[in-house]
């Protein structure tokens, strides 16, 4: 029996050097070249933040984007207004047709014209100046009612009346 263990211990041993002797060279082709990536990759500080400074204006660039592409508030449209830590003061409000919302504590705010980032920013002025330290609000439209939405559409055939019957015979 010791002797069986001996040649599965010697066929381990030989297939663990194939193995090896196979994957050492593609592992150290994988691996970076250190003494032509340090000269090549040395960057200075002003390097990095002038890379910095270039990521951050595209960041910047983005949000105006998105701000600008994002819906306005109007009349009718209903709002989900969200207190973080006073849910309470939660509540889901219609834009008036003078554009106002009416919110518990706060009264009369005007919405219209404004993003929902814009009001979010709005309404958590208004509750820093009167009952939180830190407030965070949160708005999301939840029925876009002021920006109604026309289909068009032409009717190539009519398949109504006899000539239905006719196309669904075949």
Same mark, same amino acid.
């Given at each position: 029996?010791?002797?069986? $263990? ?47 400074? $270039?990521?951050?204006?595209? #960041? ?13 508030? =109007? ?30 504590? #706060? ?28 407030? $965070? ?6 029925? #876009?009612?002021? $920006? ?12 109504? =009346? ?7 015979? =075949?």
């Amino acid at each position: 029996m010791s002797r069986f $263990h001996g040649s599965i211990f010697v066929a381990q041993a030989i297939l663990g050097l194939v193995f090896f002797r196979i994957a050492a060279p593609a592992f150290a082709q994988s691996l970076p070249n250190r003494s032509s990536q340090s000269s090549s990759q040395v960057q200075t500080a002003a390097d990095i933040n002038q890379r910095l400074q $270039h990521a951050n204006e595209k #960041l910047a660039g983005a949000t105006i984007e998105s701000q600008a592409s994002e819906s306005r508030i =109007g009349p009718d449209d209903l709002l989900n207004i969200t207190i973080f830590e006073a849910p309470e003061m939660n509540s889901t409000v219609r834009v008036s047709a003078s554009g106002e919302i009416s919110l518990p504590l #706060l009264g009369a705010v005007h919405a219209a014209g404004l993003t929902p980032r814009e009001l979010e920013a709005v309404l958590q002025g208004l509750l820093r100046r009167t009952y939180m330290k830190d407030p $965070h609000v949160g708005v999301f439209v939840q029925e #876009l009612q002021s $920006h109604p939405i026309s289909v068009l559409a032409w009717i190539i055939h009519d398949l109504s =009346g006899e000539k239905r019957k006719d196309a669904l015979k =075949g």
